[in-house]
């Protein structure tokens, strides 16, 4: 039985949201970079899914946030995607002895996760993908982002959350096999 500790799981969620902001911060400087977007820093910023950052004008801000967003869905689509993998095919629960002995002799150990580990960090990075599926959802339907930046975070969330719930239920599959 996998025991909830809150502690290990708010310092398991520093890390995917200081991602996910950090992401999101790179993203509207990407933009810049790529586009002719212009913006400033500020106290009242345009959006408050991006604070301190104002734009000059309206089509900078859909532009800037449509790319933002869509890094944002490649940060949770890559790290996310590595974690649940790791759960998936990793979990110290399912590797057979001998492969766990190829991955020692491989120095390949660390991708093995043991299942309190796997627990509060998928569940940490579900609440991350959860935040930012919010804050997404409240961005597209106040038309200020592209319905591709919308649905591509909002798939890449869904498919993860989903994959998490199936490797949780496959857990709880094998706790009940145990004598």
């Not at 946030?65 to 590595?82: D, K, P, T």
């Not at 002895?97 to 627990?119: M, Q, T, Y």
Request: aromatic share 14%; net charge neutral; proline share 3%.
């Amino acid at each position: 039985m996998v025991k909830f500790s809150f502690l290990k799981l708010l310092d398991e969620t520093i890390l995917p949201l200081l991602l996910l902001a950090g992401s999101r911060f790179l993203g509207v400087f990407l933009a810049a970079l790529i586009f002719p977007v212009g913006f400033s820093f500020g106290n009242n910023p345009d959006l408050p899914s991006l604070p301190f950052i104002r734009f000059e004008g309206s089509g900078d801000l859909y532009l800037a946030n449509s790319v933002s967003w869509g890094l944002v869905g490649l940060v949770l689509a890559i790290s996310f995607g590595y974690v649940l993998f790791r759960i998936l095919n990793f979990h110290g629960d399912r590797v057979h002895p001998k492969e766990s002995s190829r991955l020692h002799n491989r120095n390949l150990e660390f991708l093995v996760i043991d299942s309190h580990e796997a627990f509060h960090q998928g569940i940490s990075w579900v609440l991350a993908g959860l935040l930012s599926t919010c804050l997404v959802a409240g961005d597209f339907l106040s038309g200020q982002l592209s319905a591709a930046a919308f649905g591509f975070v909002f798939g890449v969330n869904a498919f993860l959350v989903l994959g998490f719930w199936w490797s949780v239920a496959g857990s709880r599959g094998l706790e009940r096999k145990k004598v």
